[in-house]
């Protein structure tokens, strides 16, 4: 069987990124025809590179529930009942945080008691 994984955009795959000059997930921001990634963003620095052949798609993490009276860190992921899988880019006040999703980064609360 030679069953090839056809990639969408908002797809997520590790990639050095090298202008953070860190091997992160990156969101696939366009995609071939034929299904193969030809753009991918970072979602720290948010540039934009061609995608590199040879990486792999993201192994889920399995992240523990969205909690919004937990106080989060940069890097952490966590699961969203709506939203699904997130990882945490961005701490933006002591109660609010970036958290990229699937198919985009979204604010939520967190350490709210
Ligand atoms: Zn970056």
């Given at each position: 069987m030679d069953e090839k994984t056809v990639f969408k955009i908002g797809d997520r795959v590790d990639q050095m990124?090298?202008?953070c000059n860190e091997e992160r997930g990156h969101v696939v921001v366009s995609v071939s025809k034929t299904g193969n990634i030809t753009r991918v963003g970072c979602p720290m620095c948010a540039s934009r590179?061609?995608?590199?052949?040879?990486?792999?798609?993201?192994?889920?993490?399995?992240?523990a529930p969205y909690d919004r009276a937990r106080t989060y860190r940069k890097?952490?992921?966590l699961m969203h009942p709506t939203f699904g899988e997130g990882?945490?880019?961005?701490?933006?006040e002591p109660q609010k945080m970036d958290v990229l999703f699937a198919d985009r980064i979204r604010r939520l609360i967190h350490a709210h008691s």
């Open positions: 990124c090298t202008t590179v061609a995608y590199r052949a040879g990486t792999t798609r993201r192994a889920p993490k399995l992240g890097g952490q992921t990882e945490v880019t961005a701490i933006i």
